[in-house]
């Protein structure tokens, strides 16, 4: 009865078909990989994305990064998610990696 409503109201009772991220696109930037990976929330697209870079020993750091800025279209969440990669890294430079982490938010 409660799926019910929920399709009546347009609410689906699974939370991962609202933010799951749709396949994107990679640039390599400044020594580091951006992978764009916009979130599809219902006909919207969310901006996110990852920063990697791999160390000189062989591993990779990762700095993953989501935004409230949402998009009619997939392309557009993707170029959109491309610049601001590109921005973070131009705007914190190396500290960017100079933790220990191998993953975290930025």
């Not at 919207?44 to 870079?53: D, S, T, V």
């Amino acid at each position: 009865m409660a799926s019910f409503f929920s399709k009546l109201f347009g609410r689906s009772g699974n939370s991962e078909d609202q933010a799951q991220a749709a396949p994107g696109k990679s640039e390599a930037y400044a020594d580091c990989t951006i992978r764009a990976t916009p979130m599809r929330e219902g006909s919207q697209f969310r901006l996110a994305g990852n920063i990697e870079k791999v160390s000189a020993e062989g591993g990779a750091k990762v700095r993953s990064f989501i935004r409230a800025d949402l998009f009619a279209s997939e392309q557009d969440a993707i170029d959109a998610a491309l610049r601001k990669g590109r921005q973070i890294i131009d705007q914190t430079g190396p500290s960017l990696f100079s933790d220990d982490a191998s993953s975290r938010q930025v």
